[in-house]
């Protein structure tokens, strides 16, 4: 089992930058990719940025390319999204996630495990 904890969500103004992190725990954590999701009122959930177990490939959706970026510290089990220039359009609950495999995917029915979710509101 694995579980999560995210933090790090709140009111920004558009333009506002945050960073969310997730704790992560139990069995082989470490050894996961690991991924960021959001689901906006009305809407299914979608992928935002994903890692592989080593940080080393990282995918983007092209909705936050250049502006997001994640990462990963397993030394502390945590995963981080830093957010920049944010937008109304990025307002949504983010989840964390941990995937089954060491290889990243963008598809959230490979990541059978999730955070209870941080909310994120961008408005003026």
């Known amino acids: 089992q694995v579980q999560l904890v995210d933090s790090g969500g709140g009111l920004v103004q558009p333009g506002g930058s945050l960073r969310l992190s997730c704790v992560a725990s139990g069995r082989t954590v470490y050894s996961r990719a690991m991924g960021w999701f959001r689901q906006a009122p009305g809407k299914e959930r979608e992928y935002v940025a994903v890692t592989t177990w080593s940080g080393g490939i990282t995918f983007y959706a092209d909705s936050v390319k250049g502006r997001f970026t994640i990462s990963r510290d397993n030394a502390k089990n945590t995963v981080y999204l830093q957010m920049n220039s944010l937008k109304p359009e990025d307002t949504a609950d983010y989840y964390c996630?941990?995937?089954?495999?060491?290889?990243?995917?963008?598809?959230?029915?490979?990541?059978?495990?999730w955070g209870q979710g941080t909310q994120v509101t961008v408005s003026s």
């Open positions: 996630a941990a995937s089954e495999y060491s290889s990243a995917s963008t598809k959230k029915e490979d990541y059978p495990y």
